[in-house]
Nanobody, 124 residues
Framework: QVQLVESGGGLVQAGGSLRLSCAAS????????LGWFRQAPGKEREFVAA????????LYADSAKGRFTISRDNAKNTVYLQMNTLKPEDTAVYYC?????????????????WGQGTQVTVSS
């Protein structure tokens, strides 16, 4: 059974940085895409970034480009989201998720497995 465990969230001032981790287990992920999404109160879940496990192909939302970096560590089966120059509007619960294949990597309902989420709060 696939398990995804996020960590690294917290409270940070605007302009600061956080690194989120997502530890994946229960499967060989070579054919999978791992994505990061976020959901703020009262808003829909929003795509942030995704990485194709085998090819390292990466996709970012416009809101993440230039500030966030997604990466993965094969040996640890872990995906990271380095977030720099954080803004109050980045405040949300951040989720990692996995799906087979590379199509529609920015669409939440294409993902099969989700972590429990980690809260990121950016104060102004």
């Amino acid at each position: 059974q696939v398990q995804l465990v996020e960590s690294g969230g917290g409270l940070v001032q605007a302009g600061g940085s956080l690194r989120l981790s997502c530890a994946a287990s229960g499967r060989t992920f070579s054919r999978y895409t791992l994505g990061w999404f976020r959901q703020a109160p009262g808003k829909e879940r929003e795509f942030v970034a995704a990485v194709r496990w085998s090819s390292y192909s990466i996709l970012y939302a416009d809101s993440a480009k230039g500030r966030f970096t997604i990466s993965r560590d094969n040996a640890k089966n872990t995906v990271y989201l380095q977030m720099n120059t954080l803004k109050p509007e980045d405040t949300a619960v951040y989720y990692c998720a996995v799906k087979e294949g590379a199509v529609d990597s920015s669409i939440a309902n294409r993902y099969d497995y989700w972590g429990q989420g980690t809260q990121v709060t950016v104060s102004s």
